[in-house]
């Protein structure tokens, strides 16, 4: 009887932290049950060991800011049957596509003491941007809960159940009272989906947006709010760009309050 072929799990890093690909390695227990199942093919983060495509699954950390990772994140593309970005950095351009609204030669020139040497591109940018992408896992860090959930839903062939509602929704449930109620606390709990559990908002802080705009945000009117608790337009462009400053809503909502 053939034996069975496991399918093969790959991981890119593109420009990022790695702080998502250490979400998985935390995954410790949960991995070793599922290691008779799957290959891990390509993780440079956990292992020397590299296995040729194509890949049934690939996961991608990382935003585009090079000319050559511009160029490779086609080829991860063409030898995975599913994509999936994981992390602010991936699906939104990261913390480091704050640049986007700036021009990137000053950062350049003021951060790196030889700049004629740095090749980079304009702006950093979101996965999706370049190639198709089956599947957006958002957070900054990801949550490894949510990732198990993604990974397992691929490899069995069904969709992901990842809930889009907002963090307020996870307020609720833990009897959080509401930052911005109770404390005048400008906060992102409104407009940003679930992932973290109202970490932030648990220890009587706004929330920071981490897992970026939730389903249909209307962040317009958290502004709104936000203006009467005495937040300035300056402070309101910069609540909205942090770890998912490029994703669309937030980058329009710091538009709008840019002077």
Wanted: hydrophobic share 35%; aromatic share 8%; proline share 7%.
């Amino acid at each position: 009887m053939a034996k069975k072929r496991k399918p093969k799990l790959a991981v890119w890093k593109f420009a990022s932290c790695d702080g998502c690909q250490l979400s998985l390695l935390d995954c410790e227990d949960e991995l070793l049950t599922v290691t008779d199942q799957i290959t891990i093919a390509n993780f440079p983060e956990a292992s020397r060991a590299i296995i040729k495509g194509p890949y049934d699954v690939s996961l991608v950390e990382g935003s585009i800011t090079t000319p050559h990772d511009a160029e490779r994140i086609h080829k991860v593309r063409r030898a995975s049957r599913v994509l999936v970005t994981i992390g602010a950095c991936a699906t939104a351009g990261g913390i480091q596509a704050i640049r986007n609204f700036r021009d990137v030669k000053e950062f350049v020139s003021i951060v790196y003491p030889s700049p004629e040497y740095i090749e980079t591109l304009n702006k950093s940018t979101p996965i999706s941007d370049h190639v198709f992408v089956d599947y957006e896992l958002r957070g900054c860090p990801i949550n490894k809960y949510q990732l198990l959930e993604v990974v397992s839903a691929f490899l069995i062939g069904r969709k992901p159940i990842i809930p889009p509602y907002s963090v307020c929704m996870d307020c609720k449930r833990k009897g959080n009272i509401c930052v911005m109620v109770a404390h005048g606390t400008p906060c992102l709990g409104p407009v940003t989906q679930t992932g973290c559990g109202a970490l932030c908002p648990s220890y009587n802080r706004g929330c920071y947006g981490c897992f970026g705009p939730k389903e249909t945000p209307n962040t317009s009117s958290l502004a709104e709010w936000c203006k009467k608790l005495g937040v300035s337009s300056d402070d309101l462009t910069r609540l909205f760009r942090t770890f998912n400053a490029y994703a669309d809503p937030f980058r329009k909502e710091s538009e709008a309050h840019e002077r």
